[in-house]
């Protein structure tokens, strides 16, 4: 079956990068599909940061976009974050997802698989 | 950027009975609205896509209706393991993804 996994330190210094690795088993990221991350502070709610599609092409929450990057490794079937200038407010669980595109989960891009995730913590 | 509202924060239901979670968009999203179920120290897990389409492996008793800006989720009958938050998301003309600030059903 399809798992995500995702690996990473957990712990970050404030102004730093926060970079997190989604790798994926079981399917193919070459052979479709969009590959999300979504994040959820202690005791909160769930908010996108952005999506990538296996063709390359990224997708970011406005609100975040200036800090975010997202790339994907097909060689090594996984797909990468990085968040620039990190404070404490980016402390949370880090999701990595598989989001459906046009031609998957009927044409809609709801998130059908997700991996554990990974707590990352923004302190000195 | 769309924003998702749910209600109520939380919802005391007691087992066996029908619990009703709504989810208001402050445009319209068609159909393309998801629910998640998220259980502590767990990710969140795909119930309903498409507003009404049961994702593979989730029990009868979870159904979803509405189209535009007004959703539902229904759980039939509440189980045990039923006890959750719930969230929505849609996916209208994105980015960006938008989720709703989540329902908690606990027990009465």
């Known amino acids: 079956q399809v798992q995500l996994q995702e690996s990473g330190p957990g712990l970050v210094k404030p102004s730093e990068t926060l970079s997190l690795t989604c790798a994926v088993s079981?399917?193919?990221?070459?052979?479709?599909?969009?590959w999300g991350w979504i994040r959820q502070p202690p005791g909160k709610g769930l908010e996108w940061i952005g999506s990538?599609?296996?063709?390359?092409?990224?997708y970011y929450n406005p609100s975040l976009k200036s800090r975010v990057t997202i790339s994907v490794d097909t060689s090594k079937n996984q797909f990468s974050l990085k968040l620039s200038s990190v404070t404490a407010a980016d402390t949370a669980v880090y999701y990595c997802?598989?989001?459906?595109?046009?031609?998957?989960?009927?044409?809609?891009?709801?998130?059908?698989?997700w991996g554990q995730g990974t707590m990352v913590t923004v302190s000195s | 950027e769309i924003v998702m509202t749910q209600s109520p924060a939380t919802l005391s239901v007691s087992p066996g009975e029908r619990a009703t979670l709504s989810c208001r968009a402050s445009?319209?999203?068609?159909?393309?609205l998801a629910w998640y179920q998220q259980k502590p120290g767990q990710a969140p897990r795909l119930l309903i896509y498409?507003?009404?389409t049961r994702a593979t492996g989730i029990p009868a008793r979870f159904s979803g209706s509405g189209s535009g800006t007004e959703f539902t989720l229904t759980i039939s009958s509440l189980q045990s393991e039923d006890f959750a938050v719930y969230y929505c998301?849609?996916?209208?003309?994105?980015?960006?993804?938008?989720f709703g600030q989540g329902t908690k059903v606990e027990i009465k």
């Open positions: 997802a598989r989001q459906g595109d046009g031609y998957n989960l009927g044409g809609h891009d709801a998130f059908d698989i």
């Open positions: 079981g399917y193919s990221i070459s052979s479709g599909y969009y």
């Open positions: 990538i599609y296996h063709s390359g092409s990224t």
């Open positions: 445009q319209s999203v068609s159909s393309n």
């Open positions: 498409g507003a009404s």
């Open positions: 998301q849609q996916y209208n003309n994105w980015p960006p993804v938008t």
